[in-house]
């Protein structure tokens, strides 16, 4: 059972997602958007280890005049690799998420024993 688990853990990578949310209109709902794209991550096998709410911010370019701001929230989570693809078209389709970006997170240190 203990060295199942840790192959599936091999077979897991450590991802960082950085969403931004379209908060137009739905400034009270924002914890649901969060649980939302939380779900997607776990439906979809990953597990998640932080998730770090950024701000509010406007945008610099406007590429849609609907959307000149956008929440930002900063995921790490552990997924399979083949899982970010479907993933990603999967929040894509998500009308709370204006913008998606995935990359490799850097392993966790061992903690130091003294």
């Known amino acids: 059972m203990v060295s199942s688990l840790r192959n599936i853990r091999k077979q897991m990578k450590r991802y960082e997602g950085l969403f931004i949310l379209n908060t137009a209109g739905k400034e009270e709902g924002i914890k649901d958007m969060i649980d939302k794209v939380s779900a997607e991550i776990t439906s979809a096998g990953g597990r998640i280890e932080t998730v770090q709410k950024m701000d509010k911010k406007n945008f610099m370019r406007v590429a849609d005049k609907r959307f000149n701001s956008g929440f930002y929230v900063n995921i790490i989570f ?6 970010i693809a479907g993933l990603r078209k999967h929040l894509v389709l ?7 970006m995935f990359n490799t997170a850097p392993p966790l240190k061992a903690a130091a024993t003294t």
């Open 78 to 83: 552990d997924a399979k690799p083949d899982s």
């Open 94 to 100: 998500n009308d709370d998420v204006f913008r998606v």
